[in-house]
């Protein structure tokens, strides 16, 4: 049996591919679940995604990802920035944690420099477009053998 990763995407990232795609590129989200989903069949793995604008949605769905998945990606979007629940709900789960941004944080406005997310990822990928969540993707198939 395939090993679940849930992925999960914070808030304005269901605007994808049309929202500032000089920051975001072009791609949709579906575009990015598709792309995971096939890469994990070919890692051995199964996506679970899901996706929100609300802070309590993704924490339920990280609390859920305790019994059914063995990792975690997730982009926070803002979230990253001001999420304490969001970092309490990923301290609370055991498995791999991986943390991706679209575009590279560090480059942009100061308030986005700092990712709470970051203090319980086994990773971060920052500024690789959307090919960050196939790194963690792989990342993943690693950590878990």
């Not at 793995?45 to 990792?71: P, T």
């Given at each position: 049996?395939?090993k ?34 096939a ?9 679970a ?38 970092l ?26 700092h ?31």
């Amino acid at each position: 049996m395939a090993k679940r990763v849930t992925l999960l995407n914070g808030p304005n990232l269901n605007l994808l591919g049309r929202r500032q795609p000089e920051i975001y590129g072009h791609e949709t989200l579906a575009d990015v679940e598709a792309a995971s989903a096939a890469l994990a069949a070919e890692l051995g793995l199964e996506i679970a995604a899901f996706q929100s604008n609300h802070e309590g949605a993704l924490v339920d769905r990280i609390q859920a990802a305790r019994e059914d998945s063995a990792a975690i990606i997730i982009n926070p979007g803002a979230y990253s920035h001001t999420s304490v629940a969001i970092l309490d709900a990923l301290n609370a789960f055991d498995g791999v944690v991986i943390e991706v941004h679209i575009s590279n944080i560090h480059r942009r406005e100061a308030f986005r420099h700092h990712s709470y997310v970051s203090q319980r990822a086994d990773g971060v990928i920052a500024g690789c477009g959307t090919e960050g969540y196939l790194l963690a993707l792989r990342r993943i198939a690693t950590l878990l053998g």
